[in-house]
């Protein structure tokens, strides 16, 4: 870590202990902090020798504690007949659990109180709408969670998992993309923020308390997807029924992930449904798990969830996207003889608000256009609809011979900001900018070739003023 990076820890524990951040409150942080000898600091926090930059320390805080988040909101069926505020009674009576109690502490390490209070109420919010684990009246419940790309969804999921795990539900499963690195990804966020272990290592959650007779029993590892010996290794001899510990899967959403941990759950089902409440958690829901064909025969991938939920007496499958198009599309009359109800979210539908310091599509690409042909007097009023027109039609024998005009601005404003950041912060990861403004194959082809001999061009010019951040290609 960098100096500025370690100060910005210590001036964020301070902060974090307040109940509200206000302005004053950063700065006198700052402040405080820049008062304290260097000498006195380096042998305290472990720094290394050289200057503080206590401008990138002001803004880097400024990114990660100065934000306004928002609880969500959402729509509940109209004649539900179950409990929705069970979760609220929970809390009542026994305030946090183990598992939740541990992640919120976690979290507040990095978090500042806003968020983490968003969290908390967006957690029991939703989990009063998935339903008590030993509910009697609607043993089948199908709910929807969406919210921006990249706004905090794989944190709001894991939240609702501790929680979920302390008021009573056996297993969960985390449906987590269709490839191995996707997978592989969603188990180490697992691990670290539900788990609390890695193969030999304790890590995140579990730094804080590490209780081995409550520790979570994972079916799946970072290297491998489900596989029956892996989980009988897990379980050591034990099955489902007579585990009271809570059971957690990360599997691949492809049919063979998900015949495998069907195949396993079928041995444990010989006499009748599990007398177990699963909670199924399906991210990038509108990826695969819709069914695309005949009611009367779906698609595998979707034949293989419901059957897994039918699989256990009390369910719960939550939907998780930032695109909920497709899931709220499908029929809600859809029922099959063998596989139940389809996978409509016809308890609930829960709406995660983004964060202050969030820069979307709205953000980057939508307000800077239309700020950009608003500041062009040229251009009248017929013309800017005519440009958005063509920008919205674009038809699939069109062709493009040449970047649209916004294209300049775009990639200038990105490598500029680039320059800007790799001179900031060299410890700084990857960045990267994605274009997608057809649907089509060849139209992306021909951007693409566009693209590379501007991307060029500019580079080019940015050397030529002797920018040495660009000594090496970077793109």
């Excluded at 507040?108 to 109180?113: I, K, R």
């Excluded at 979920?164 to 449906?175: E, P, Q, R, T, W």
Aim: hydrophobic share 35%.
């Amino acid at each position: 870590m960098t100096n500025e990076e370690k100060l910005i820890v210590q001036i964020k524990k301070n902060l974090f202990k307040l109940e509200s951040i206000l302005e004053e409150d950063l700065l006198a942080q700052i402040e405080k902090f820049k008062t304290i000898p260097f000498e006195h600091m380096r042998i305290v926090f472990e720094l290394s020798e050289g200057e503080i930059d206590w401008s990138l320390v002001e803004e880097r805080i400024r990114e990660q504690v100065a934000v306004e988040h928002n609880m969500g909101f959402g729509i509940d069926d109209n004649e539900f007949n179950y409990n929705t505020s069970w979760f609220t009674e929970y809390l009542r009576s026994y305030s946090r659990g183990y598992y939740w109690n541990r992640f919120i502490t976690k979290q507040s390490e990095n978090l500042p109180p806003s968020v983490i209070k968003t969290v908390r109420d967006d957690t029991e919010a939703i989990l009063n709408r998935c339903g008590s684990p030993d509910r009697t009246e609607v043993k089948d419940i199908r709910g929807l969670v969406f919210g921006y790309v990249q706004s905090g969804k794989t944190l709001n999921y894991t939240s609702l998992t501790n929680a979920a795990m302390d008021s009573g539900y056996n297993i969960i499963i985390v449906l987590a993309g269709a490839t191995k690195v996707l997978r592989k990804q969603t188990q180490i966020r697992v691990n670290y923020d539900v788990i609390g272990w890695d193969g030999n290592e304790i890590v995140g959650v579990g730094i804080i308390d590490d209780d081995l007779s409550k520790r979570p029993i994972s079916l799946t590892t970072t290297i491998g997807d489900f596989s029956k010996k892996i989980a009988d290794q897990q379980l050591q001899g034990a099955n489902l029924s007579n585990t009271s510990t809570p059971i957690i899967a990360v599997i691949k959403k492809n049919v063979s992930s998900i015949k495998n941990l069907n195949k396993w759950l079928s041995v444990q089902n010989r006499q009748g449904q599990i007398k177990k409440s699963i909670l199924l958690i399906d991210d990038e829901s509108d990826y695969a798990s819709v069914n695309t064909k005949k009611n009367e025969d779906p698609t595998a991938i979707n034949k293989g969830l419901r059957t897994m939920l039918n699989y256990f007496e009390v369910s719960t499958y939550v939907a998780i996207t930032a695109t909920p198009f497709a899931n709220i599309l499908i029929n809600s009359n859809n029922q099959h003889e063998d596989f139940g109800e389809d996978l409509f979210p016809k308890s609930f539908i829960w709406s995660l608000n983004k964060p202050s310091t969030y820069s979307g599509v709205r953000e980057v690409v939508i307000d800077s256009f239309k700020n950009l042909i608003d500041c062009d007097k040229n251009l009248g009023v017929h013309k800017k609809k005519e440009i958005c027109n063509s920008i919205l039609k674009i038809k699939s024998n069109d062709s493009f011979d040449e970047l649209p005009f916004f294209f300049d601005d775009a990639i200038g404003t990105f490598i500029s900001d680039v320059y800007k950041l790799r001179s900031k912060r060299p410890d700084q990861d990857d960045v990267s900018m994605m274009i997608n403004i057809s649907r089509f194959t060849k139209h992306h082809e021909q951007i693409s070739g566009l693209l590379e001999q501007k991307k060029d061009k500019l580079i080019d010019n940015l050397r030529s003023l002797n920018c040495k951040q660009f000594s090496d290609p970077i793109l």
